[in-house]
């Protein structure tokens, strides 16, 4: 189940485990990923708390938390190689893992054909 918030972030839900990246449509924007800064692993976020912060050749952006939750993993590999966000960022390009408070705020937020309105 992939989701999506007006802050431009996809979710994945695995579990209790949501996958969190930016949106193709946030990378294209940004134009080139030149740095990545990822939360600490154990980090209590709640939603709406500044997660991550990605830098390109055109300006800085902060990555939301998308649902409150507890970071139990972060990409290493963006951080290693931004340029990854842009190549793949609703796949390889994934920022972090978060354990969610509850599953259930995953149906306040929105499914893809909702977000691709959005977009438009």
């Keep these: 189940m992939l989701k999506y918030t007006d802050e431009h972030e996809w979710l994945r839900l695995e579990g209790d485990i949501a996958t969190v990246g930016i949106t193709g449509h946030a990378a294209n924007l940004l134009g080139d990923v030149v740095f990545v800064q990822l939360p600490e692993v154990g ?4 939603k709406g708390d500044g997660a991550a912060v990605v830098e390109s050749v055109k ?3 902060d990555v939301y938390a998308p ?3 507890e970071v139990v993993e972060v990409n290493q590999a963006i951080v290693d190689d931004p340029a990854v966000v842009n190549v793949d960022p609703q796949g390889a390009g994934w920022f972090f893992k ?3 408070r509850d599953t259930k705020a995953m149906d306040g937020l929105m499914d893809e054909a909702a977000y691709k ?3 438009e």
């Design 98 to 100: 978060l354990r969610l």
């Design 117 to 119: 309105k959005l977009i």
């Design 43 to 46: 980090a209590t976020l709640a």
């Design 59 to 61: 300006a800085a952006s």
């Design 67 to 69: 649902l409150a939750g």
